[in-house]
Nanobody
Framework: EVQLVESGGGLVQDGGSLRLSCAAS????????IGWFRQAPGKEREGVSC????????AYADSVKGRFTISSDNAKNTVYLQMNSLKPEDTAVYYC????????????????????WGQGTQVTVSS
């Protein structure tokens, strides 16, 4: 079965850093779009950063550009999200998602294009 397992969340202070990991299995990892999405209480799930493992292209939400970096290690079937200069407004449950196949760049950040979802990892940034 397809599995996406997130790890690396936790509690950090304003300005701190975390690195999230998403370990994937059960599908062709290097042929799939992989994304990080987040959801805060009472808010809709939104795209944070996504990567196309076909060609390595990446996309970021405007709110995290310059602070977050997505990367992929195909040998380990793992995607990472390095989060620096964290702000309280980054507080949310962060989910890893996979389409299971490649996506057009314009669709990379669309949650509706992703078939498989992890259980999420909590990120809390204190002020």
């Amino acid at each position: 079965e397809v599995q996406l397992v997130e790890s690396g969340g936790g509690l950090v202070q304003d300005g701190g850093s975390l690195r999230l990991s998403c370990a994937a299995s059960g599908f062709t990892f290097d042929g799939s779009a992989i994304g990080w999405f987040r959801q805060a209480p009472g808010k809709e799930r939104e795209g944070v950063s996504c990567i196309s493992n076909n060609d390595g292209s990446t996309a970021y939400a405007d709110s995290v550009k310059g602070r977050f970096t997505i990367s992929s290690d195909n040998a380990k079937n793992t995607v990472y999200l390095q989060m620096n200069s964290l702000k309280p407004e980054d507080t949310a449950v962060y989910y890893c998602a996979a389409a299971g196949y490649g996506l057009e760049y314009d669709l990379l950040m669309s949650k509706y294009e992703y078939t498989y979802w992890g259980q999420g990892t909590q990120v809390t940034v204190s002020s």
